[in-house]
T-cell receptor, first 113, second 112 residues
């Protein structure tokens, strides 16, 4: 079975801190994605990556950056956390083009105080 | 407005009944997918239907796609308490980046 893991289930950070969220997949998938999920807004794409060292902006990249140094790992970075970045963050991967079945991690609920 | 919009936003039925959720979208798609999310967890892929398909089945799930109306429906038959979850449709657009666009979801509650 495909396994996508995220570094933390729950995280509490202070405003202004630099935050790293990590995602690891164990199936040699080419494509990886970071979403945030907020009530009433569904899932919104932050960044995605088709290959190592490659990244593309999604729909809401402001305030975020990403890193993909190895194929299995895709990191989301909040350069200076703000309270409006309090959210559920979901990582996903797929071996095919990004519009096919995506495999999701369990999510990280981030609270910024 | 959203590319994919689910209707209703919330649905509560008795165990054993059928549950129907709808998804509407605005632009041409390559495929449409349905996902389930249990409370506070990641999403799980349920079924994918391509733009040239009209109906697809998987166990107790039946998905239909009407590209002329730009809509899809997910039917869960003989519902169980374990079906309680949020259900999301996701559309894969023909043009633009190869990514999915998710709707806001339908919260389904199955009452015992």
């Amino acid at each position: 079975d495909v396994k996508v893991t995220q570094s933390s289930r729950y995280l509490v950070k202070r405003t202004g801190e630099k935050v790293f969220l990590e995602c690891v997949q164990d199936m040699d998938h080419e494509n990886m994605f970071w979403y945030r999920q907020d009530p009433g807004l569904g899932l919104r794409l932050i960044y995605f990556s088709y290959d190592v060292k490659m990244k593309e902006k999604g729909d809401i990249p402001e305030g975020y950056s990403v890193s993909r140094e190895k194929k299995e790992r895709f990191s989301l970075i909040l350069e200076s956390a703000s309270t409006n970045q309090t959210s559920m963050y979901l990582c996903a991967s797929t071996p095919w083009a990004g519009f096919y079945e995506q495999y999701f991690g369990p999510g990280t609920r981030l609270t910024v105080t | 407005s959203q590319q994919g919009e689910e209707d209703p936003q919330a649905l509560s039925i008795q165990e054993g009944e059928n549950a129907t959720m709808n998804c509407s979208y605005k632009t041409s798609i390559n495929n449409l997918q349905w996902y389930r999310q249990n409370s506070g967890r990641g999403l799980v892929h349920l079924i994918l239907i391509r733009s040239n398909e009209r109906e697809k089945h998987s166990g107790r799930l039946r998905v239909t796609l009407d590209t002329s109306k730009k809509s899809s429906s997910l039917l869960i038959t003989a519902s169980r308490a374990a079906d309680t979850a949020s259900y999301f449709c996701a559309t894969a657009l023909i043009q633009g980046a190869q990514k999915l666009v998710f709707g806001q979801g339908t919260r389904l509650t199955i009452n015992p």
